[in-house]
């Protein structure tokens, strides 16, 4: 839920105490300055969650074994399609300003998935206990295929919002 909820609610804070103007303003472009403070917000909350995680096994005394080099690329790919996502509603946010009722009716859409039958869609099928050097190549293709497709049609969509909020006035007020 952060990781597509996370760049409205920085907008519309933003908007909110007036300073979302000039952070559009910024060499850099207001994308890119969105994606590193997305990035490190993402950062900061995996790390908080996998101390939880250490505190959670030492209190159980139940150790997980992880495999970091699967869980690294596999988490990337997949969390960028969802920023693609939150892209395009921060590009909503910038221009209509309230998207929370959206965000919780987009939310109801990821249990749908979570929740479908993978015997009935085995587009959804995970590999359960398999290293990712051992994963069918195909798969990693259509995995990171997918995450930078939608990553990139976000930031495209959100250009089109920004551009769309600045030529109306949109970026000063709230």
């Given at each position: 839920m952060y990781a597509y909820a996370e760049l409205?609610?920085?907008l519309t804070g933003e908007?909110?105490?007036g300073t979302l103007e000039q952070l559009s303003?910024?060499?850099l472009g207001l994308g890119r300055v969105l994606v590193a403070r997305v990035a490190s917000a993402m950062v900061f909350r995996i790390v908080i969650m996998l101390g939880f995680l250490l505190l959670m096994m030492a209190t159980s005394g139940k150790w997980l074994r992880l495999d970091?080099?699967?869980l690294v690329p596999l988490f990337a790919f997949t969390v960028a399609s969802v920023l693609g996502i939150g892209f395009v509603m921060g590009g909503l946010a910038?221009?209509?300003k309230q998207v929370q009722a959206a965000l919780g009716i987009l939310?109801?859409?990821f249990v749908a998935l979570i929740a479908a039958p993978v015997e009935q869609f085995p587009f959804l099928k995970l590999i359960h206990g398999?290293?990712?050097l051992a994963m069918p190549l195909d798969d990693l293709a259509f995995l990171a295929a997918n995450g930078l497709f939608y990553f990139g049609v976000g930031l495209l969509i959100f250009k089109f919002f920004e551009r769309?909020?600045?030529s109306r006035g949109l970026l000063g007020h709230y």
């Open positions: 409205s609610w920085v908007a909110q105490q303003m910024s060499p970091v080099i699967t910038i221009v209509f939310q109801f859409g398999v290293s990712i769309a909020a600045r």
